[in-house]
């Protein structure tokens, strides 16, 4: 069975912090991969945060390094995404993503939108 489903989001002023998370079923929880990704209004949907089946690889965009930490917590199926020094550009729809398809040609090729499975979002918004 098929399941991603995020929560965490909401309204914070810039520099504040949220904690978004993404509840999947234990099939989809096993994927080699799995990734937050986001999409402003009029955007193309971009890649955020990565991370391997087992916790040892994650991945960054650079316009998120320093400020998001991605983990897994395997006890509850659930892969969070902790955003800290929030900026009014970090306004998005925030996604999950399992089962990555593309290939692995460099790790930052997980941030690529080439997975199965996803999630319906969650709106994170940042006001100045």
């Known amino acids: 069975q098929v399941q991603l489903v995020e929560s965490g989001g909401g309204s914070v002023q810039a520099g504040g912090s949220l904690r978004l998370s993404c509840a999947a079923s234990?099939?989809?929880?096993?994927?080699?991969?799995i990734g937050w990704f986001r999409q402003a209004p009029g955007k193309e949907r971009e890649g955020v945060a990565a991370?391997?089946?087992?916790?040892?690889?994650?991945i960054y965009a650079d316009s998120v390094k320093g400020r998001f930490t991605i983990s897994r917590d395997s006890a509850k199926n659930t892969v969070y995404l902790q955003m800290n020094n929030l900026k009014p550009e970090d306004t998005a729809m925030y996604y999950c993503?399992?089962?990555?398809?593309?290939?692995?040609?460099?790790?930052?090729?997980?941030?690529?939108?080439?997975?199965?499975?996803w999630g319906q979002g969650t709106q994170v918004t940042v006001s100045s």
């Open positions: 234990e099939y989809t929880y096993k994927s080699n991969f």
């Open positions: 991370i391997m089946r087992g916790g040892g690889t994650t």
């Open positions: 993503a399992a089962d990555f398809t593309g290939p692995v040609i460099r790790w930052q090729s997980a941030l690529e939108a080439q997975y199965n499975y």
